[in-house]
T-cell receptor, first 115, second 112 residues
């Protein structure tokens, strides 16, 4: 089963709100990723977790706070966002390098609108 | 110069046509090559994955990698209207972590 699930599908939030995006995978992958995608652009990497530890932070503003509570779950906590943060937020997972294939599987995304 | 170049299209073809989608890249360290299909407002769906050079076939889809020319292709045979989507190439080097570098995506329109 090559499925990554994300909730919610859509989220509208004000600039003072706090909200969280959730991602879950049951493929036994130990690497999980958050990407941001603007319209007509490719996904941009935000964070990478490997074995539940943050491995890469692509200089993302602190108003985005990732969390990996266990090997299947990945959260992205949002606080004091700006309208320009409106985008499709994608979660992905893969094997950890050195443990097999490297392909990343993406979830359906959460469409975030900041008002 | 971008690391990965991909023609944004749109590429319009009639149903049944053979479609050729391409990417060129500049980083000779890239060894892992992927093609994703993305429908509007959905997440990218992995179509093909190739390690190093060569061809790989899956149903109507064939992926080719030519590392000597730094050129990868995706061929779609007997294209269907349901193939209308944006196709993203992605690649990464074997440098210890999986940072994918994406092309900008090619929008494909298959008309009935």
């Amino acid at each position: 089963d090559t499925e990554v699930t994300q909730t919610p599908k859509h989220l509208v939030m004000g600039m003072t709100n706090k909200k969280s995006l959730k991602c879950e995978q049951h493929m036994g992958h130990r690497a999980m990723y958050w990407y941001k995608q603007k319209a007509k652009k490719p996904p941009e990497l935000m964070f990478v977790y490997s074995y539940e530890k943050l491995s890469i932070n692509e200089s993302v503003p602190s108003r985005f706070s990732p969390e990996c509570p266990n090997s299947s779950l990945l959260n992205l906590h949002l606080h004091a966002l700006q309208p320009e943060d409106s985008a499709l937020y994608l979660c992905a997972s893969s094997q950890v390098p050195g443990q097999g294939a490297y392909e990343q599987y993406f979830g359906p995304g959460t469409r975030l609108t900041v008002t | 110069q971008k690391e990965v170049e991909q023609d944004p299209g749109p590429l319009s073809v009639p149903e049944g046509a053979i479609v050729s989608l391409n990417c060129t890249y500049s980083n000779s360290a890239f060894q892992y090559f992927m093609w994703y299909r993305q429908y509007s407002r959905k997440g990218p769906e992995l179509l093909m994955y190739t390690y190093s050079s060569g061809n790989k076939e899956d149903g109507r889809f064939t992926a080719q990698v030519d590392k000597s020319s730094k050129y990868i292709s995706l061929f779609i045979r007997d294209s269907q209207p349901s193939d209308s989507a944006t196709y993203l190439c992605a690649m990464s080097a074997n440098t210890g972590f999986q940072k994918l570098v994406f092309g900008t995506g090619t929008r494909l329109l298959v008309s009935p």
